[in-house]
């Protein structure tokens, strides 16, 4: 999702895009960073951004940073309009807003963006530092936020994991991952000011209605149903743990939504956009289903490569951490992979219909993912049925 916003270095395979202002004139260098670089000179503005009236607020608003600007278009995000900005000082920020056009409800929320950057932000969970905060559509059409820039990268699979990580500091990387997890559960919402976030209430129980209704409203245009999608959420309903006290949950932890340091430890969480507060144990298996280990059949994944700890000692730290009781661990981890068919089958269901372009798109693995996630959801609830 928004893994790339704070890239010192883009290392991306997509063109990297500098758009610089000199003199009031707009121009484009464009250029892979292994290969030749070429020039466009038509006419640019970063996408989404009316720039003289942007670069104006922040001038107001935003200490620390003197335009004009350099605008680095940063891809990930989730769509989310993402640049880097950096004055002829070479100060540099990031500034973030939604994708243009009709949105859905609640979809690319800058402002929960901002209020949770901005109460983390004297913790001990590491995030962006918060700089300025635009609720003024009239300025460039949408809210936006400019957040400090950070020196590290998301690992998205093992040839980044290779590229950033030495295999010496892996463990080191698997201990802060959950570390900062434990220290985001272990904040009170109330205390930080974000009791305000969602309701504190059945968080699973909301999950599970949410997510099965996604399911049948897709299954016509998905031309897929599994019995199994049916009987798991059953199960899940009937059997739902106390939850305890409510906590932020981050809601897409794992290690895309991390930026790593040049140590290996993670030097900031990233796109809190759908974080609430809810039940910190379905949090935890969310991670944990993330982190793949080798010779299960998920190879390319960022963490199966040799020297990750497996996800039971990720899980044994955690406890140590929190405190907390895992005993249900199972549970929350058989949810979370119930979760992940539902939503992938809503992916799929839209690309059937024709309601998002399938170019490039490998409908044939998405429909598998659907299935292999109920896989694994069945798997986890051996020892509870």
Known sequence: MFALVAFILFREKSTLTLVTRLHGLNSRLSFRIKGKATMDTREFEPEGYDVPAVEAWIAGNVAGLTPPFTWTRLQGGHSNLTYRIADAEGRAAVIRRPPQGELLPKAHDMSREWALISALGPTPVPVAP??????????????????????????????????????????????SFVDVLADLHALEPDAIGLGDLGKKEDYVGRQLRTWFRSWTSSMVDADYDDTRAHELQEFFSSNIPDQGPARVVHGDYGLHNCLIGPDARVAAVVDWEIS???????????????????????????????????????????????????????????????????????VYARYCAGKKSADGVDLDNLRMRIGQSLDFSAQALTSMR
């Not at 998301?154 to 892996?170: C, G, I, M, Q």
Request: aromatic share 14%.
């Open 276 to 346: 609430t507060l809810g039940d910190p144990l379905a949090d935890l298996a969310y991670a944990l289903n993330q982190w793949a280990e080798p010779g299960e059949g998920r190879e390319g994944a960022a963490t199966a490569l040799p020297s990750f700890p497996k996800r039971a000692e990720l899980a044994a730290r955690y406890a140590e951490r929190s405190g907390r009781d895992l005993s249900m661990l199972d549970y929350y981890v058989g949810f979370n992979w119930w979760k992940t068919a539902c939503i992938v089958h809503g």
């Open 130 to 175: 918060a700089m300025g905060f635009c609720e003024n559509p009239d300025v460039t059409g949408a809210w936006f936020y400019v957040m400090g820039l950070i020196d590290g990268r998301p690992l998205y699979n093992s040839t980044d994991t290779k590229a950033w990580v030495p295999e010496a500091r892996r463990p080191a990387l698997a201990w």
